[in-house]
């Protein structure tokens, strides 16, 4: 069983909206700062939200501020990411991770990923 396992990719239009989800079978899920990271075609992995373990704060990379919402579910060890108005440059493959929330800097091994296209 994967540690962590993101779902929720897909096909959008620019504009449009998706809501990515990451199951989390990690033991200390509920002390775990999390986050969501991207790799886009041709660039390094880059981080993209997080959230902190009793979810009192929350930080985006500025290029997602006001369109993407980080947000998780401590009883079912779940994180989800709510895209919206999305846009062709955040095109990628997106990954939960556990983090160091002031680093942004990921703790765990990586899933899977979930792909997202955006087409404009």
């Known amino acids: 069983q994967a540690d962590l396992v993101e779902s929720g990719g897909g096909l959008a239009q620019a504009g449009g909206s998706l809501r990515l989800s990451c199951k989390a079978s990690?033991?200390?899920?509920?002390?775990?700062?999390m986050g969501w990271f991207r790799q886009s075609p041709g660039k390094e992995r880059e981080f993209v939200a997080a959230?902190?373990?009793?979810?009192?704060?929350?930080h985006y990379v500025g290029s997602v501020k006001g369109r993407f919402t980080i947000s998780r579910d401590n009883s079912n060890k779940m994180v989800y990411l709510q895209m919206n108005s999305l846009k062709p440059e955040d095109t990628g493959v997106y990954y939960c991770?556990?983090?160091?929330?002031?680093?942004?800097?990921?703790?765990?091994?990586w899933g899977q990923g979930t792909q997202v296209t955006v087409s404009s």
């Open positions: 991770n556990t983090l160091d929330y002031k680093l942004e800097m990921p703790l765990n091994s």
């Open positions: 990690l033991r200390n899920f509920d002390w775990a700062n």
């Open positions: 959230i902190t373990w009793r979810a009192e704060a929350t």
